[in-house]
């Protein structure tokens, strides 16, 4: 189906219909080979607390933006390449419903739909896009994704030391490895984490196991190039070996054929 309205003008009236909707703010969506599959509003959980969402769902990347005006302009555009992306189903709650999350490499969140139907739907067509989309490139499913964070209205105590109390003076922070709420003597410290390019804030906890494993791999590296090191010297040990009895053999000339400097055959 999605390949058929690849080139169909329903198709392209309907990506530059959200293109407008963004306006100058958002970027260019209609290019060759891209079809827009669905779209709809969904509940993103953000930092502070749920917030609808208009979302865009297409063959290759998943768009979505904050709501200015229903169905007529939205801003704050983000859009995430399918390739990245993960989906996991959550458990209903007594204050949550229809839930999945969202995993990408850089940035990972929980969204929900209006019915159990809608949940169903979005999921179905959003994995089905990411197959095609990995089946076409050769492409692997990433094992590598941003933690989700926790949100600030779910914890009232550092969620490290379990003491200190937030307040309009004593700041929230999140860990960007475990996505905990901590307080700030509980994340002091940063850490590359390959969903970044730069040290990121992590817990004291997070910032104790990722160095152990930091130096655990490290070791490991150490004792593969010893090792490898040490074969190469065994085998030039070996090689010195047999010189003696090799410099007793007759030496053959190498040859190299169609040289131009190759003897003809002398004739009888």
């Given at each position: 189906m999605v390949d058929r309205l690849v080139n169909s003008e329903a198709n392209a009236r309907r990506i530059q219909m959200v293109e407008s909707c963004f306006g100058a703010s958002g970027e260019q969506l209609l290019i060759p080979g891209r079809v827009l599959v669905g779209e709809g509003v969904l509940t993103k959980m953000c930092r502070k607390r749920p917030k609808p969402r208009q979302f865009f769902l297409f063959n290759d990347i998943l768009v979505y933006g904050n709501i200015v005006i229903g169905k007529k302009k939205y801003n704050k555009q983000h859009i995430i390449p399918l390739e990245e992306v993960q989906l996991q189903a959550l458990?209903?709650?007594?204050h949550?419903?229809?839930?999945?999350?969202?995993r990408t490499t850089t940035k990972s969140f929980a969204v929900y739909a209006a019915t159990?139907?809608?949940?169903q739907e979005w999921m179905a067509h959003i994995n089905k896009c990411i197959e095609d989309l990995l089946r076409k490139s050769g492409k692997k499913r990433s094992d590598q994704h941003a933690a989700v964070w926790v949100?600030?209205?779910?914890?009232?105590v550092c969620m490290c030391c379990k003491k200190t109390q937030f307040t309009l003076i004593i700041r929230r922070h999140h860990c960007r490895n475990c996505g905990?709420?901590?307080c700030g003597?509980?994340?002091?410290?940063?850490?590359?984490?390959?969903?970044?390019?730069?040290?990121?804030r992590v817990c004291l906890d997070c910032y104790d196991t990722l160095s152990s494993l930091n130096q655990q791999n490290k070791a490991n590296v150490n004792a593969a190039q010893m090792k490898a090191t040490n074969?190469?010297?065994?085998?030039?040990?070996?090689?010195?070996?047999d010189e003696e009895h090799d410099a007793n053999k007759t030496h053959d000339e190498p040859k190299f054929y169609g040289d131009a400097t190759e003897k003809a055959p002398e004739e009888k």
């Open positions: 458990e209903d709650t007594p949550t419903r229809n839930g999945w999350l969202i159990s139907t809608e949940k949100p600030d209205n779910e914890a009232s905990a709420v901590v003597p509980c994340s002091p410290k940063k850490f590359l984490l390959p969903s970044s390019s730069k040290p990121q074969s190469a010297d065994d085998s030039d040990a070996s090689d010195g070996d």
